[in-house]
């Protein structure tokens, strides 16, 4: 399928470490950190950098900046200015950054001058691969060593690039130890469709009946616990032609389901793997049978919008009868018979995997939804819309 875009968080890190990759698929979010990473490089004096909404490219960069010992502003839209930035100033700080953060929280964030002592280490309380990414960027960029231990295993698209470019990385269970004095090998590297992308398609074909092959999708361990989700719910996955290129595993993969849609429950332990599915999750629950309960997922409201109580409202607004719990660290569905006769609004504030996720509930009902905004769905997709028109009307 022509359209789905290479795998944004590899494309995000290429482009900061300066790797070279094939950039005719990319979404709006590698757009700007290229350009971000590109004016860095052409720049002598204090650079202002625009991140748009991409909080991988802003949290990784920072890194990467604060590593070189220079001095720069990092800023982003309005989604980005509300993300949390201390869990990134804080490390950095306590390694010897220089850092000011807006009323000490937020972007736009002022890296000032300095250096970081040799050697540090650090261990990740929240599960996020953009924290443990940013400080791996930072070891290159100073030419140091780290050592980091996570809680809960995140994506680890960064090790995997920095082993792949002949990089001095160890792993010892959740510890990760990082020797940046060796220089890396600029590589060209080739990256696989986004598999964040691709469930969009899986879950439209489970709730369509439709089946659609996809190609060359990435399906990294630390992304595809989604796949696991789906089977659990009673679905079919079939993968094809498994191969790792570049340090990544790609496969083709297909989707189908026989017998009946069923909830699920996810904990914590799982909720890093598929981080970025979870609306979509909500969506498929919405049509199974019995309910579906998602806890230790905190981390969900401080996406690109707080993407429980904004999921759990939609969901309200798609199907009044549906019965909702929400928790402070997640949710509860218990689905119900859809009888909605009225227009269907849902409000996205620009966030653009909501924006998606009801786009794919809306063809299991086969109705136009009104969508506050659609322009967001480049941040990740721009192709989307024509896909799902091609593959689904
Ligand atoms: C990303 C990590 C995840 C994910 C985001 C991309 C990355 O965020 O939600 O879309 O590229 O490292 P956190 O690591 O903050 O959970």
Redesign the pocket.
Known sequence: MRGIPID???A??CAILGLDFDGKEISEDVKHTMEAANALKSSREDVELDLGNS??GM??LTGYIVGLGEAAILLGDTSLSKRPMK?IADPLSEWGAKIELTNNKFAPIKINRSELKPKFKYHLE????????CLLMAAVSSGSQIEIEEHLI??D??ERLLEECDGLIKKEGKKIFFDGRKKLTKKKIDIPKDF?CVAYFLAADILTGRINEIKNVGVNKTRTAFLDILKEMGAKIEQKNLRIISNEPRADLKASIAGPLKGVTILGDMV?NL??EIPLIAILAMFAQGKTVVRGAK?LR??ESDRISLLLSNLKKFNPNIELREFEDGFEINPKEHNMNKDLSITTNGDHRMLMSFAIAGLRINKAINFDDTSCVDT?FPKFFNLIEKCYQ
């Open positions: 944004k968080s590899i995000q890190r909080g991988t949290r990784l869990r929240i599960a996020s691969a953009q924290i443990k990414s995140s994506r698209h960064t964040s890093p981080i970025d981390e401080y996406k990740s």
